[in-house]
């Protein structure tokens, strides 16, 4: 895995698909892939209240990542420095294995180039000491970007928070 | 990467108009952020806006001045230079002018914090009718605040982040977002703060609550005077400050006797004893609770009364002028600073009245958009015979598109300023493409609150196609009425500098941040030294202006409307993803929510043989359209709902036209139905019918 995590906190997210729109506007993408997704889940009644999540999927830039493996060009890459993995326009022939191989459906398809697109954390604004759109501009900061050692201690924390009454 | 570039300003793409911060690169804009400046903000930003930059990049929206070639409505247009627009317009007021007099020039828009640019423009044609959309808003918010308080809405802040209870009536805070608003109450609930929400439909809001009452539509009125009951039943209120600021309590008291919790359980479905149950947690929290008093509260009848209940249980709970309940708004006189210089300082009073200021049985105020309709229809109590809707688009907003067209066929001129196409824009005579939010800067607005300052919207790119900034709409239609002297502005520069003269403030100090504070800390008034606005200074439950103008303060209740069987009561709302009817069209947001569907009530469905994912048919005097159904147990079974804003009928914006539908044209019959005090329109007594397709 990557050294970054992005936290989402479920008590903060409002299901507005800004994060969505922050990654579409960077990344100049056009209708029909998308680099993250809300998937939204319930309602369900839960104590007469009627709940809903709504699950933030980026790319989880995995340690061992399906689709680099299955990448016949080389064109799905792994950056050593910090683990982001990201496609190579130049050598991307549009095969498609990467979205077979993906177990969570990350890797999307340009229609309009033929080749595969995905998250890559906006490496460019990461690499100048930036966080990725989705987290920058998360309507309800929600979102935050953290490293995967910080993710659990926050979940730890807010656990803890959680079952303590004063 | 060549040069770069990158302006404080203001979002253009709903009426909340955050404060951003717009890179730009080569003369493209390239990001968007929240102002990072700005707390509550912090660079957070909402999916319209961010979805500003394909709204800036589209080649949908007007690209030129345009002359109507055919009937009204038919499409056809000349491609018009900005002189041929304008002259056509002068002349066609000229006419107007010697005929019926300049009052008969009216202006609407969607008020917000850049009026002083629009009602001058009307001051300096000699008419007075500058007008506002919020009969379709918070018309009966505003006035049921100020007949309490003498303050209008906008006046009586909301202090989310210190808060402990929030009650919301349909007030759909996360989707129908402000994002200030937004991380406020979510900080707020981090905090420990408790948020009941009623509504008759499950929302994101709903699911985000500690308490979720599914409430009959149209029975609002009937809890908060059950809350009301209990309330002082049991002596929950804030003794003190009721006794020290309220006048009208004992006639409240005895006016409050039959409005039991168990007279309300049968009105509104909600058990007696969760009234009473919130009524006391309330207490418990009090003075740190906020009751709504509603954003857009155009809904029924009653609405007026209704947020006057609201308005109501916030004085008896204590929570005005107090932290962690409703603040007073102040200007930058309280902040021992001076005001902005209004363009229309310099330009002579009008005489003539506005046109619904003596109209018979009219509701509570002027400027109602809804009497400026009965004016241009009946010509009383004159003619009006030119409508500017600048950024403002009535045939999509007010009920019944049909009879408002029949109605503006009265019109001898009718323009449309804006950035989009219109519903009202496609059936004007002349479209006036005004530069986007990116392309133009606005006046200098004020920001009133605890902590009053001075905002502006700047330019970041140039205009990418023929338009121009409202400024210098309005400055080059004043010159060619001959009186160019009121607007003696060549620049926006001449006007910041013109509205600063005397703040000693300059334009540079905006550079920083995009606004300029007046106070360091919020400003409270001490909790015995309230001043309001009312003719007795106090909080009047028994208010002098509704006497005056022969209006009761408690109204009794009346039961709504029960459909009969297969028919609905249409309620309509927001998502998070589009703002009113103009932003469906828009790449981004579009690929989210394309088309609106139909909730409706799994038993009701069920009766009428409908499942999820069915296409019905939804049907209104005359009127019908197919949408699908979303079968849910979420939404109470007198009501089905729709998003508002979809149904788009004009044809250059491709990806919404006929996408979905419009709720307002099933409202058939409503384009006068209003709330008799507040004026507000009564959308939501409307009954549909419901099919299978």
Known sequence: ?166 | MGETSSVYSMCGMCAVRCPIKVEVEDGVVKWIEGNPHVPGIEGSLCAKGSAGIAFEYDTERPQHPMIREGARGSGKWKKATWDEALDYIAEKLKKITEKYGAKAIALADRSGPFTDLTKSFVKALGSPNYLDHDDTCAKNVNIACQTLFGYGRGELGYDFANTKHIVLYGRNVFESLQVKEVNNILDALDAGAKITYIDCRATVTASKADRFLMIRPGTDYALNLALIHVILKERLYDVDFVNKWVTGLTELESFIVPYTPEWAEKETGISAQEIINLARDLSDAKPKVIFHGGWMLARYLDSFYSSRSIYILNTLMGSIETKGGLIIAKGPKDAGAKPLKSIGDKIPEVKDKIVDADMPNKSLGTGHIVNLYKAIKTGQPYPVKAFFAYRYDPMASLPDPEAQKKVLDNLDLLVSIDVNYSETGWYSDVILPEATYLERSNIIATQKGPKPGFIMRRQAIPPRYDSKPAWEIFTLIVERMGVGQYFPYKSIEDIWNYQLESTGVKIEDFNAKGSVGLSKDPILMGRNDLKFKTPSGKIEFVSQTLTKNKFDSFKAYVTPKKPEKGAFRLTFGRSGVHAHAQSQNNIYLNELISENVLWMNEKEAKDLGIKDGDKVEVSADGYSGKIKAKVTPLIHPEAVFMLHGFGNEIPPKTRSYKKGLRDTKFETGLLETIDPVGGGVAYLECMVGVKKA
């Open chain 1, 1 to 166: 895995m990557s050294i970054y995590y992005i936290h989402q906190d479920q008590k903060r997210c409002i299901g507005c698909y800004a994060c969505e729109v922050h990654c579409k506007t960077k990344n100049n993408i056009p209708v029909g892939p998308r680099f993250c997704r809300i998937i939204p889940v319930g309602p369900k009644m839960i104590r007469d209240i009627p709940r809903q999540q709504f699950i933030f999927m980026p790319c989880f830039h995995c340690e061992q990542p399906w689709c680099t493996k299955a990448c016949p060009t080389g064109a799905m890459q792994k950056r050593s420095k910090d683990g982001i993995v990201f496609v190579e326009q130049s050598l991307c022939v549009g095969c498609k294995s990467c979205i077979t191989a993906c177990p969570w459906g990350v890797p999307q398809w340009n229609q309009e180039t033929g080749k595969v697109l995905k998250c890559d954390y906006c490496k460019d604004r990461v690499d100048k000491g930036l966080k990725p759109a989705c987290v920058t501009k998360c309507t309800a900061h929600s979102l935050k970007w953290i490293s995967a050692a910080e993710a659990s201690a926050l979940k730890r924390e807010k656990f803890a928070k959680a079952i303590t009454e004063f």
